[in-house]
């Protein structure tokens, strides 16, 4: 991988994941997590036969070693 500068403080961004909590389970209390790779437009609706929402593109998250700023590219 690349290096990669902030624009903010031109500190160095590293990959990092970014993890969805979904429900939690009453009897455990275990949360389900996921990754998140793919975003859609501000505007989708979720497809009327298949439920999900239609992709925009995949995301590539970075966090900033100095200001601690999340960036998302693709």
């Not at 429900?23 to 439920?51: H, K, M």
């Not at 998250?61 to 590219?73: A, E, K, S």
Request: glycine share 14%; proline share 4%; with cysteine.
């Amino acid at each position: 991988m690349e290096d990669r500068e902030c624009p903010d403080c031109k500190g160095m961004l590293t990959g990092i994941k970014l993890i969805g909590t979904g429900w939690e389970n009453p009897l455990t209390g275990i949360a389900v997590q996921t990754e998140l790779r793919i975003f859609s437009e501000a505007d989708a609706q979720r497809g009327s036969f298949s439920g999900v929402f239609s992709q925009a593109g995949k995301v590539e998250p970075f966090i900033c070693n100095d200001c601690g700023r999340i960036f998302y590219m693709g």
